[in-house]
């Protein structure tokens, strides 16, 4: 046999016997961690195959297919192999075994959680970040990267409507935003001993964590009630903002829903900046849901008040189609975050450049940190606006359908308007006179069935003890034909449970 460079190996020469490596003629391998180009070829054009035939079946398949973790156990608990398999192989095996596991994420009929679909230019930039190896820290180690980054968060801030002063970075996601966030809050407030975080009962467990791990004790945490479309409640915050100063403790943040999780509930913007602006708090908009509904004219309406805000975290794997590990983080002030984030390292000195040259690193949490923007910009040179815009919009369309479904429907009752795609309601034929507990048991069962027996996905959750079915309509290939099918078979279990 012979090496990459055609020189004769023997076939007893030690290095031959190194555990994994085989002849070329065998899956195009041409040295220990190798491949001949031919091969690589190959395997890419099977591993695309096996997607895109993923995504012919998806429609026909059902939006959720897992597997008990016993019988996981016996098909994947398994030592290393010595010795490898033919690439092709384990890629399938890959792709049937272990990815088609679960949530499928971007099935039509996926309206469970906060579902995410992808763009294939999207899933193509990942794929090409991964091959190239980028560690976009500093601007030496990833200029071009870095640049393209710039352009995608200036996109971002002109969409908000933020002054040119503003900046930010790409993240894993929303929670990484929110931490990052809070600390870029903490620090402007003087890091305060006792400092208190205020946001809506409705706002996502994300903001919690952060709060907690940037240092704001549990108990301080402050939890405010909302109004009767789960909006939070400023009278309430200006009532607990008051009596904690007056208890000596410093307010360093609130932070507003621009699309909450459970209801798609966006807080009054407006008066929040308002009430931060007069108090010298922070607000920080968690955007991470709605936050791209701005680019469409409904989207920039709902969402007025929000360039008003110290920082904004987004998530382009939500409403603007992308794959997953695009989050968001701008600052009004970029000066912020680097205030916040940068520090001097050693290792690092020979790649600081001279003025205008950012460093990312100096703006997050993350040093070593993947090419996250290029996804985004890669769909929208291939796509334009346009197609985003329209796909948002009928997003918010079909939710409104069905709203409208469900209050012209005898068996269904809506719980609260719909809001950003998101539909909260519940069986409860002629807004029967049951008690709350018979109705729980009766949409438990209801949420059971569609479950097992349906091609569709959906979620549940609590609006005030109120157990409530919820639809989250993010995908731009759902049509009003999966929706409503989905609403029949809802109407059709909900009968059945209340005959039986």
């Known amino acids: 046999m012979t090496n990459k460079n055609n020189n004769k190996v023997s076939?007893?020469?030690?290095?031959?016997?190194?555990?994994?490596?085989?002849?070329?003629?065998?899956?195009?391998?041409?040295?220990?961690?190798?491949?001949?180009?031919?091969?690589?070829?190959?395997?890419?054009?099977?591993?695309?195959?096996?997607?895109?035939?993923?995504?012919?079946?998806?429609?026909?398949?059902?939006?959720?297919?897992?597997?008990?973790?016993?019988?996981?156990?016996?098909?994947?608990?398994?030592?290393?192999p010595e010795h490898g398999s033919p690439a092709p192989e384990v890629l399938e095996r890959a792709a049937k075994e272990i990815l088609s596991?679960?949530?499928?994420?971007?099935?039509?009929?996926?309206?469970?959680?906060?579902?995410?679909?992808?763009?294939?230019?999207?899933?193509?930039?990942?794929?090409?970040?991964?091959?190239?190896?980028?560690?976009?820290?500093?601007?030496?180690?990833?200029?071009?990267?870095?640049?393209?980054?710039?352009?995608?968060?200036?996109?971002?801030?002109?969409?908000?409507?933020?002054?040119?002063?503003?900046?930010?970075?790409?993240?894993s996601g929303g929670s990484a935003a929110s931490l990052e966030a809070l600390?870029?809050?903490?620090?402007?407030?003087?890091?305060?001993?006792?400092?208190?975080?205020?946001?809506?009962?409705?706002?996502?467990?994300?903001?919690?964590?952060?709060?907690?791990?940037?240092?704001i004790k549990p108990d301080r945490v402050r939890l405010i009630e909302t109004d009767s479309q789960f909006r939070l409640d400023m009278e309430a915050l200006v009532r607990t903002v008051a009596q904690d100063r007056d208890a000596g403790l410093c307010p360093v943040a609130v932070c507003a829903n621009a699309g909450a999780s459970s209801t798609g509930a966006i807080d009054p913007l407006e008066h929040?900046?308002?009430?931060?602006?007069?108090?010298?708090?922070?607000?920080?908009?968690?955007?991470?849901?709605?936050?791209?509904?701005?680019i469409t004219e409904r989207g920039k309406e709902l969402l007025s008040g929000i360039e008003r805000a110290d920082t904004i975290g987004l998530d382009a794997h939500k409403l603007l189609f992308q794959p997953y590990e695009a989050g968001c983080l701008l600052a009004r002030d970029l000066s912020t975050l680097e205030r916040a984030f940068a520090v001097r390292h050693d290792i690092l000195q020979d790649t600081v450049w001279g003025a205008n040259h950012p460093n990312f690193a100096d703006r997050g949490l993350q040093l070593s940190?993947?090419?996250?923007?290029?996804?985004?910009?890669?769909?929208?040179?291939?796509?334009?606006?346009?197609?985003?815009?329209n796909?948002?919009?009928?997003?918010?369309?079909?939710?409104?359908?069905?709203?409208?479904?469900?209050?012209?429907?005898?068996?269904?009752?809506m719980l609260i308007p719909a809001s950003l795609g998101i539909v909260c309601f519940r069986v409860n034929p002629d807004h029967a006179n049951l008690d709350e507990e018979s109705l729980e048991k009766i949409n438990r069962k209801v949420l059971a069935r569609v479950f097992w027996e349906d091609r569709a996905l959906m979620s549940s959750t609590l609006l005030r003890g109120r157990f409530s079915l919820r639809l989250c309509i993010v995908n731009h290939t759902?049509?009003?034909d999966d929706v409503r099918e989905t609403l029949e078979a809802i109407e059709r279990f909900g009968n059945e449970a209340l005959s039986d």
């Open 369 to 389: 940190r993947s090419v996250r923007a290029l996804k985004i910009w890669v769909s929208v040179k291939t796509f334009g606006l346009a197609p985003f815009r």
């Open 391 to 413: 796909a948002i919009s009928r997003s918010m369309e079909l939710a409104a359908q069905a709203e409208a479904y469900i209050r012209n429907n005898e068996t269904l009752e």
């Open 101 to 171: 596991l679960g949530v499928r994420n971007d099935h039509p009929r996926s309206f469970a959680f906060i579902p995410s679909t992808s763009t294939w230019p999207g899933v193509l930039a990942d794929f090409l970040v991964s091959a190239y190896q980028v560690n976009q820290c500093t601007w030496l180690t990833a200029s071009g990267a870095s640049q393209m980054e710039l352009v995608v968060i200036d996109w971002i801030r002109r969409w908000l409507g933020y002054p040119e002063s503003a900046g930010g970075l790409m993240t």
């Open 183 to 215: 600390v870029a809050a903490r620090e402007s407030a003087g890091a305060p001993e006792r400092g208190t975080v205020y946001m809506s009962d409705q706002s996502h467990s994300a903001l919690i964590r952060a709060a907690r791990i940037m240092g």
């Open 272 to 294: 929040l900046a308002d009430f931060c602006e007069a108090e010298g708090i922070w607000l920080h908009v968690d955007a991470a849901y709605g936050g791209f509904t701005v």
């Open 478 to 480: 759902t049509t009003w």
């Open 11 to 80: 076939q007893d020469n030690p290095r031959d016997q190194v555990a994994g490596q085989r002849p070329e003629s065998v899956d195009g391998f041409t040295g220990e961690l190798q491949m001949s180009p031919d091969a690589m070829l190959d395997l890419a054009n099977r591993t695309a195959e096996l997607i895109v035939e993923r995504f012919r079946k998806l429609p026909e398949e059902h939006a959720w297919d897992g597997e008990f973790k016993k019988e996981l156990e016996d098909q994947l608990m398994e030592d290393p």
